[in-house]
């Protein structure tokens, strides 16, 4: 998500370009999402928490939603994206029973959803006004509610390469899991976990078993930050 007349210009053309972007790791865009969700899966099931409503916020062009029903196993999803085209090709490709699609614009956090999901967007928010973001979240969210904000890391290197292959990132202002974690606890979260993912490019997918023993590392392409709302 990002401001919406520039994701606009890209909403019929953003997964070529994210995928030209990623190219140099080896994989595209579909390994790197179905990795984030498969990942939140696991630290659900192991927190014991089985979320019925989700957001995708920021969602794009949809794809991460069925994701969400299909392996986590929410049966209602609803994205919001400040794109309308964006919102548009969403609706088209992804809208089914249970998953729905509106534009951020005039939506009222209604306090009952069970999970907030995030990727990539924070760093096309400007720093000013990533506090309003996190209380919106957090509106968004019943108390207990688990946010998942996924992001790219600004201490790999190999994430801000691929960041400056794709037009739509290459202005993006990074924000580090410390920053992140210091705005969800400002605004009525609690940090449960942090971890680093995506360390090992395709050409040495041999040693990828070896990541789970790094995730506590700054060394991961992408974070998720995992908060509760109190």
């Given at each position: ?25 080896g ?96 760093h ?55 920053q ?51």
């Amino acid at each position: 998500m990002a401001a919406g007349s520039e994701f606009d210009a890209y909403a019929d053309d953003y997964e070529r370009a994210l995928n030209q972007g990623l190219s140099i790791s080896g994989e595209g865009k579909d390994y790197f999402a179905s990795g984030r969700v498969e990942f939140l899966r696991d630290c659900l099931r192991h927190a014991n928490r089985a979320p019925q409503k989700a957001m995708d916020f920021g969602c794009g062009t949809g794809a991460t939603a069925p994701l969400l029903r299909d392996v986590v196993g929410t049966p209602t999803i609803v994205g919001v994206d400040e794109s309308t085209q964006s919102i548009r090709r969403a609706s088209q490709e992804f809208a089914a029973p249970g998953i729905t699609f509106s534009v951020t614009e005039g939506y009222v956090p209604t306090g009952d959803f069970d999970l907030v999901y995030t990727n990539g967007v924070f760093h096309h928010i400007p720093p000013a006004s990533r506090p309003s973001t996190f209380g919106f979240l957090r509106d968004t969210l019943r108390v207990g509610g688990v946010l998942a904000l996924w992001e790219n890391n600004p201490w790999s290197l190999g994430a801000r390469y691929v960041m400056s292959r794709i037009p739509f990132d290459r202005d993006a202002i990074m924000i580090s899991a410390r920053q992140a974690g210091r705005l969800a606890r400002e605004h009525g979260f609690r940090v449960l976990r942090t971890d680093y993912l995506f360390i090992v490019p395709a050409a040495l997918r041999i040693l990828r078993p070896l990541e789970a023993r790094l995730r506590s590392i700054a060394a991961g392409a992408q974070y998720q930050l995992l908060c509760e709302r109190l």
